[in-house]
């Protein structure tokens, strides 16, 4: 009998999805994503509550069977494909009062058990960092605080070694020291490693700064993918007399307006080579990361 | 170094910038070994590929150079090189605005003068 034998996927080609979709019963979650994600960035994912990102990243790491379209490590399929699956790890949120199973576990047991689905798993940077955030193996999950599980996830995602890594919500719980240490622990992991990583959260402009790119889902569907930099670069909130901010928007991409008195205020989202007009009597501001974000993802979207 | 980053300009110009400054300020010496990409990252808490954005820059103006397999180091000649390059667009960056400000409040050239001429008998 022809048994196909599956190869070690070449980590180095990128994973892919191509035309996911996931439908739980009649209501479908993701409408046909396309998305390749390269070796060697950090991601952020971002969008409202409900825009799908979790299911994505469940998809996108095998965990969760999907209703159409594949997902490919290196050309292979990552579906039931223990070499590919081993390649990616998604801690995903803990939640104690969640899955019965999880809840009852103690943080030691739940390392092992996700431990052992990484070959490459790291006992000496899992000890580090139970150290580091003062957590003891033998404490149960159902007794930790939300920001104590954020740091369990956080040991998983960074003790895996794999090369791709999704992290969801690590900020979530996490107080504002915390948080930096983990951007810097990440960054540190990642200068070490190069190592891919997908993070995200809500927590949008501490993040920025450390997003090559930024994926922003909304509804099922990717609105952006672009670099960070570039992404907030190319969007400025301009603002003035109501006839010179017409004039100047005219034929852009327009986002978010508001009339504030006599004045009103816009995003503009510049294409490339696209540029304000310079005879416009207008305020220009640079916009956040989270102000982009918002601005496209409220309803209604483009605006005028 | 150690300035903090703000939203109101490109993380990458920022961090060329906060080279630049350390080196008409004689923090950073000419034929010195600059902050790697990875060091930048890591104190700013930003991806390394911004870092390499804004040390690129300066590659490009001439300001650091790369020597293979050790680092980056500050040019000999590059603080005479920023200098003039800030010279030319002291105009532009600080004096216009200042005009501009000064014509909405309604401050004449000859108090704006008269306000140069004693901030610097003070000084």
Redesign the interface.
Known sequence: MAREERRTPDIRQGLTGRGIVKRYGKKEVLHGIDLALEPGKIYGLIGRNGAGKTTLLSLLSAQNPLTAGEVLLGGEPVWENILAMSCICFSRELNPSGEAGTAAMKVGQYLDTAAAYFPHWDREMESRLLAHFQLERREKLAKLSKGMLSMVTIITAMASKAPYTFLDEPAAGLDVIAREEFYRMLLEEYAATGRTFVISTHIIDEAAAVLEETIILKDGEILVKENTEELVSSCVYISGREEEVRKAAQGLRVYHWEAVGRSVGCMVWLREGEELPSDCAIQVQPVSLQKIFAALCQEGGEAQ | MQAV?T??????LQIAEMIENDILREVLLEEEQAPST?EL??V???????AA?GVNLLVDEGILYKKRGIGMFVMAGAKEKIRRKRRESFYQDYVARLLEEARSLGISREELIQMIAGQDKEG
Do not use: G
């Open positions: 980053l939203q109101e300009k490109s993380i990458y990875n990252a890591r700013y808490a930003i991806n390394p590929a911004t954005k």
